[in-house]
Nanobody
Framework: QVQLVESGGDLVEVGGSLRLSCVAS????????VEWYRQAPGKLRELVAS???????DYVDSVKDRFTISRDNDKNTVYLEMNLLKPDDTGVYFC???????????????WGQGTQVTVSS
């Protein structure tokens, strides 16, 4: 009933920029903490950035000062702006959101399908 869809991934050159979007749709009452993860081939999924319902943000050290996570609550959308991209940023980027459905009682986690980011070397 609730779906997350990531978009914005692309092939970019070193030093380039991308903005990823994570759009939640369905019977959403409120979306709380949202996290961006990435997973490179053969590697574990890594937490990249997070944003709380109150707007507090956190980043993994490797992307600090390059990535910015933000949200538009009216659109149930979270963004990840990525600048000065490096080859190590390559991977599938996933959105994970904590959502309370309309009429729901408990908060539940939802994952998107991922969007591919490739940074050429």
């Amino acid at each position: 009933q609730v779906q997350l869809v990531e978009s914005g991934g692309d092939l970019v050159e070193v030093g380039g920029s991308l903005r990823l979007s994570c759009v939640a749709s369905g019977s959403i009452f409120r979306m709380n903490k949202v996290e961006w993860y990435r997973q490179a081939p053969g590697k574990l999924r890594e937490l990249v950035a997070s944003i709380t319902g109150g707007g507090s943000v956190d980043y993994v050290d490797s992307v600090k000062d390059r990535f910015t996570i933000s949200r538009d609550n009216d659109k149930n959308t979270v963004y990840l702006e990525m600048n000065l991209l490096k080859p190590d940023d390559t991977g599938v980027y996933f959105c994970n959101a904590r959502i309370l459905q309309m009429g729901g009682i408990v908060w539940e986690n939802y994952w998107g399908q991922g969007t591919q980011v490739t940074v050429s070397s």
